[in-house]
């Protein structure tokens, strides 16, 4: 699977991948300015969110309950879904000025997923499952160099996320959840984005095991340099993150009314 | 190039891990597939070896009769015997200038229901079959006396004959079983054996018009004479010149002879005679099973469209398990376009190999099938891979699945923009 870009998005994508200016630099992770969104069925906006940001390589804990609006801020900062009103800019590029392929591009280039379950194609082995990304991104395929290749790196990480050898040329589907989630938190970490988007990623998982998974990701993602949104409906997770937000709070939203996913 | 590749790849191993469904989607086209080429198959090649029946043949002259009934009489020896043509006609053919050969046929006895042909001699130097090859001895040799027999090499097969072997012929196409009127009074001896040839000669017994008219000689109206018998040995004491023969192939010194030649036919004095073209009756003979061909291969095509369907409605139902493996691809950075590509190149995966191995089957089958297909129905299967036409109704196969593969494609299109990066599933 090491393979490359989409050649047909290099032109949109070139303006992203190359060395970001000074002032881009300077801009943080995420930043979303008097925002509002409503899917097309609905009335009234799900989520309005006045102002919010995420500085470079800041881990926040984003609670919401169920209903709140989460997946549909998934939707909008991974660029599938765009605003009716307002800004969501991704390390300073504002999204609605980008083609949608463009949009594609950066989403594969800059941000790492993680979603609450089968986060994986069940028929390809894990180490497979976690070098995807380097089959869409030029970038993130590059950055895997310092640990040789992306091959090199899925092991590195793989090992650093604690999942046996023996299993990383087994088919993903026949792992075990919390193995999967962390062959998942592997392929968010690979070529190292500068963003990544967990969506409770521990809900699968056993109570026990969700604090050390959260811990594992937060280390994970600082050994990264990458800066952590983690949703998620369950306080006791937030203790080990830089800052706790509430979506209630910042979203003027018409909440539990008419989410879009349950 | 790269990303391509990669969602390629992507797409063969998830068709991998669905193979048991998609392997019956492509056991469906595949055999819908080997439907079509085979029907296309046998009706380019049934054409083939009917005109390779009279290849060299520039006239065929009957008495007055249907075109097509004549071919089909004195080519392939099928159908009821038509009205005879008398001697005198057929030397006056003959003997026109612009004949080169003229060869007499006499049809109307039998052999364990095998064609008895009475002709001359001659029909062994001038008969052409195929590519205008001319007729070639396995063992044997031609006949030059009474009761002597030249078997066609299926005649020889099937009945286990060789050169030696005494037959005795029954009057009539058919054995009429118990009925029969045989002529076991007047033996033939085979002398010599045809090798094969792909046309109704390998099916049919050669014999001297000479021998028909002696085995006749004591016959009348159809029935022996009662009380009147000439035995074997004394036939040659009579004049065995026949009086009448059933129909005359004609070869011309040149062709552009042809239209002069069937107007002297046409025209001809004596009795109401026609002289057919052979080419062209076989067109009218075309154009009368024309019509079954197209609906075969029509029904065929349905086939081919319900399979390239269902391949299409396979990858639709798989479409909701697979919403998940879709938004994966999409939080990846896969694009609407990529996930389009995805599907249709599934799409195409199973129906290019479906109507490959279609192909493959049809030949495969086709070598198999065809020495029964030849002694069955005298239909030369050229054996081989698919060419002409065949090439063409294989990519109207596949660009069919890719019409059909377009549908799933824009069902997951829409579906990806819908879902954005968390599906409803």
Redesign the interface.
Known sequence: ?A?????W?RSSRRSIGKPLPTTMIASPALRIADMSFAWPTQAAPCLDIAAFELARGERVFLHGPSGSGK??L??LL?G??LPQRGNIEVLGHELSKLS??AR??L???HVG?L?QQ???????PAIDNVL??C???ARRREQTNSAGSPLLEAERLLAQLDLDRSLWHQSAGSLSVGQQQRVAAARALIGRPEIVIA?EPTSALDAERQQAFVDLLLQETAAAGAALIFVSHDHRLAGHFDRSVALEAISRGTTGMSE??A | MNALLSILKLAVRSAWSRRGTLGLMLASIMLSTALLLAIERVRVDTRQSFRQSVAGVDLVVGARTGATQLMLHAVFHSGSGALPLRWDSYQAIATHPATDWALPLSLGDSHRNQAVLGTSADYFRHFRHGDRQPLRFREGRPFDKLFEAVLGSEVAERLGYANGQKIVLSHGLTDGGALATGHDDKPFVVVGILAPTGTPVDRTIHVSLESITALHLDWVAGTPMSGFHIPAAMVGKFDLTPKEISAVLVGLRQRTDVFRMQRFVNEFRGEALIAVLPGVALDELWQAIGIMERTLLGVSALVVLIGLCGLAATLLAGLNERRRELAILRALGAGPGQIFALLMIEGMLVTTAGAMLGALLVSFAGALAAPWLLSAFGIVLNPGLPSGNEFALLAGVVATGLLASMIPGWRAWRMSLADGLTPRA
């Open positions: 699977m393979s490359g870009p989409r050649e998005h997946s549909t998934l939707a991974g599938v879904a949608a392929s594609d591009a989403r594969a280039d997923f979603f089968f986060n994986l194609l069940p028929w390809l995807l990304p089959a869409f991104s969506d879009k996913s």
